[in-house]
């Protein structure tokens, strides 16, 4: 069974960077798009972007200038960086399994609150 | 970049059936969308009830199915029950140089 953890600061200050890693158990990372989708407090949940196991990557063009995912196939981790973040940063942050082929798996989820 | 659109609230009677659905600015959702359905009750982590338009996983009550109907994605629940009160959402994949877009969202009330 594929399981994501996702793992990193709980609290970030304004106009910091916001880093998270997403270690993946129970399958390699390798021939699938593993994306990052976050939910602001009482929101809907938004799709940030996809980094596939070749290096890959696509964004949310609202989100494009400020965020990098990435991938170590060699840990079998995936990573979120969102720069200069501000408080409508703050949100449940989740690492997927999602695209063509992919089932659609779900991590646990992390919050993270922007704050000084 | 696309917008994903999708009933923002339905309501369903208890044993009844319901159909939610997801379009696309760009024209018709077609299987090479790769349409995802996400159920996310309050309060917990959402959870993938369908993939690639129509497949299930273990853990998907046979009471939901996914298929294409009239340009669009859709959720059929068949026989609702009151733990299916819910927001659905749908997500699709696009190709070539278009990101992918995730739905705003149906919320289900089963009443």
């Known amino acids: 069974q594929v399981q994501l953890q996702e793992s990193g600061p709980g609290l970030v200050k304004p106009s910091e960077t916001l880093s998270l890693t997403c270690t993946v158990s129970?399958?390699?990372?390798?021939?699938?798009?593993w994306s990052w989708i976050r939910q602001p407090p009482g929101k809907g949940l938004e799709w940030m972007g996809y980094?596939?196991?070749?290096?890959?990557?696509d964004y949310n063009p609202s989100l494009r200038s400020r965020v990098s995912i990435s991938a170590d196939t060699s840990k079998n981790q995936i990573f979120l960086k969102v720069t200069s973040v501000t408080a409508a940063d703050t949100a449940v942050y989740y690492c997927?399994?999602?695209?063509?082929?992919?089932?659609?798996?779900w991590g646990q989820g992390t919050l993270v609150t922007v704050s000084s | 970049q696309a917008v994903v659109t999708q009933e923002p609230s339905l309501t369903v009677s208890p044993g009844g059936t319901v159909t939610l659905t997801c379009g696309s600015s760009t024209g018709a959702v077609t299987s090479g969308h790769y349409p995802y359905w996400f159920q996310q009750k309050p309060g917990q982590v959402p959870r993938t009830l369908i993939y690639d338009t129509s497949n299930k996983h273990s853990w998907t009550p046979a009471r939901f199915s996914g298929s294409l109907l009239g340009g669009k994605a859709a959720l059929t629940l068949s026989g609702a029950l009151p733990e299916d009160e819910a927001d659905y959402y749908c997500f699709l994949s696009f190709g070539g140089a278009r990101p992918w877009v995730l739905g705003g969202g149906t919320k289900l009330t089963v009443l």
């Open positions: 997927t399994r999602t695209g063509g082929g992919s089932g659609g798996y």
């Open positions: 129970g399958a390699s990372i390798s021939g699938y798009y």
């Open positions: 980094v596939h196991y070749s290096g890959t990557t």
